[in-house]
């Protein structure tokens, strides 16, 4: 997506952010308008793959999608068609990509060589490892329709793969053919990260959340491809990862995987290792910043990883699996992290020491993705509030010269983006949108994309917070003040932005004056 200067009218835009919400590189659904230890086997009570087997267990998934209007928080963008692929699996369900049916207000499935379509719905979703699990409403479906095999272990490199889905170009069952050219962990939707498999099988929007086969057994689910002029670079969630996120739903929840975010560095340079002191002996990865930097934290700036559980870590921060596997170190998080705890060695001030490392699955964001969710809002005369969320300043990232702009006037959309909230429940609150058509706005400047920084002199820290402050002000004006340079700091009457906004509501078709978590804010009685 291209935004184009000046930024009010850039932000306006934004209501085309649907593109954003799919992984990076990812396979947009088609649009109709030491070894380390060995992976647990994976539970799989189908048997293997016969003759027309693989056929049978693929399904088309079309789906009704109703994105945010991330510039009009109060609605929702156009209804947009769009398919996909899935796969049956065990306990009568479908495999999909979570970004397949993220947002889909209807979702439907239908078999090879049949006419008829099934009403779904979502069981389970993973959007930051992009998976998700459909119940259909008539399961009799699965009765001539049994769950595919999964391999149990990774393939190998060089190995045949078969790719199956409903890609863009046709209607029926597309099968393609190629081999495994690579397996690395990798980040899938910030912050998840997980093993990757990439194959040269030719992949196409429309093959998200088919399989992949290799012989009998399927290796994983289709989700991405590289794009920019890349030929033949497709990448499949392998069943490893597969396994943890339907073990992790088991219970009718998605938790996420756990991870450690402390920033590390290689420990290749001569100087850095000198500098260190360390024995030729000593191999690892270096703490550059850790995650926190509280007192209990047990890692500290220097410290050197060498061991994650009993598995050694190289200088590039890199593992070994089996005889020809080499992978990030993090991948052992997700398979030996015990009650949010992983073992580490790490080498200090010369002397060995073992912890226990906290990880979780959340990343604390001041600007955290959506998730699947709508953006709250709150309208207050001709101003529309929402908080800043990734897929908000997404669009962003494709105009160098906005973004240049932003940093010259300090916006916190550029200069916070990737901090943790500064404290609990911090928010970063936005003009989302342009005035609203009213005469009280005349002779300001387009607000949208400015960040609240007080009302009234009072620091704002919260959408709540700042409909709470709105809602128990009594002076006479309203002034808002914005971070950055550059920004204007609006006064309106107060009084005559209450009388307004019955007016502003029905002018501009919006039915709500916020979302429901801020109206249930604005009618509660104001703190004695």
């Given at each position: 997506m291209h935004l184009s200067l000046p930024l009010p009218r850039a932000l306006a835009i934004l209501a085309a952010a649907a593109a954003l919400l799919a992984p990076s590189g990812g396979l947009r659904a088609e649009n109709s308008a030491a070894a380390a230890p060995a992976a647990p086997p994976a539970?799989?009570?189908?048997?293997?793959?016969?003759?027309?087997?693989?056929e049978n267990g693929v399904v088309k998934v079309f789906a009704t999608m109703r994105y945010p209007d991330l510039a009009r928080p109060w609605t929702k963008q156009s209804p947009a068609e769009v398919t996909g692929s899935g796969v049956v699996i065990e306990g009568r369900r479908i495999l999909t990509n979570a970004h397949v049916v993220l947002y889909a207000s209807q979702v439907q499935v239908q078999a090879n060589q049949s006419g008829d379509k099934i009403s779904?719905?979502?069981?389970?979703?993973?959007?930051?490892i992009d998976l998700a699990v459909l119940k259909l409403d008539d399961e009799s479906f699965f009765d001539a329709h049994p769950p595919l095999a999964r391999a149990t272990t990774l393939p190998a490199i060089k190995d045949a793969v078969m790719a199956y889905g409903y890609p863009t170009g046709g209607s029926s069952l597309s099968i393609t053919k190629g081999i495994v050219s690579r397996i690395e962990f990798a980040g899938y939707n910030f912050p998840a990260s997980g093993l990757r498999i990439q194959i040269d099988a030719a992949i196409n929007p429309g093959n998200s959340g088919g399989p992949a086969l290799v012989g009998d057994k399927m290796i994983g689910l289709a989700f991405s491809r590289l794009g920019g002029g890349a030929e033949n670079i497709g990448y499949i969630i392998p069943c490893e990862e597969i396994e943890l996120f339907l073990r992790d739903i088991a219970d009718g929840r998605y938790d996420g995987k756990p991870a450690m975010y402390d920033e590390l560095q290689t420990l290749e340079n001569p100087a850095l290792r000198a500098f260190l002191q360390l024995d030729k002996s000593v191999e690892g990865i270096v703490v550059n910043h850790p995650f926190r930097d509280d007192p209990g934290y047990p890692l500290r700036v220097w410290d050197v990883i060498t061991k994650i559980g009993d598995v050694p870590v190289d200088d590039e921060g890199m593992i070994r699996i089996?005889?020809?596997?080499?992978?990030a170190f993090g991948y052992l998080v997700q398979k030996i992290a015990r009650n949010g705890h992983?073992?580490?060695?790490?080498?200090?001030?010369?002397?060995?020491?073992?912890?226990e490392l906290p990880v979780s699955p959340d990343r604390p964001l001041v600007m955290p993705d959506l998730n699947g969710a709508y953006p709250p809002y709150f309208v207050y005369g001709p101003l529309v509030f929402s908080v800043v969320s990734s897929e908000y300043v997404g669009g962003l990232g494709n105009n160098a010269g906005l973004l240049s702009w932003l940093a010259a006037v300090a916006s916190p959309l550029v200069i916070r983006r990737g901090d943790p909230p500064a404290f609990p429940g911090e928010q970063l609150v936005v003009v989302s949108s342009p005035f609203l058509p009213h005469r009280l706005a005349v002779g300001y400047s387009n607000p949208a994309g400015k960040v609240v920084e007080s009302v009234n002199g009072i620091p704002i820290k919260?959408?709540?917070?700042?409909?709470?402050?709105?809602?128990?002000?009594?002076?006479?004006?309203?002034?808002?003040?914005?971070?950055?340079?550059?920004?204007?700091?609006?006064?309106?009457?107060?009084?005559?932005?209450?009388?307004?906004?019955?007016?502003?509501?029905?002018?501009?078709?919006?039915?709500?004056q916020g979302s429901p978590d801020t109206l249930e804010v604005w009618n509660a009685k104001p703190a004695k």
């Open positions: 539970a799989s009570p189908a048997p293997a793959a016969g003759p027309g087997q693989v779904a719905t979502v069981a389970a979703v993973a959007p930051g089996g005889d020809n596997l080499r992978v992983v073992p580490l060695t790490v080498v200090r001030e010369g002397k060995t020491v073992a912890i919260n959408l709540r917070h700042l409909v709470e402050v709105l809602r128990d002000c009594r002076d006479e004006f309203i002034t808002f003040k914005f971070f950055g340079r550059a920004a204007e700091s609006p006064v309106f009457p107060r009084r005559e932005m209450l009388a307004a906004m019955e007016d502003i509501l029905n002018d501009n078709g919006i039915r709500n």
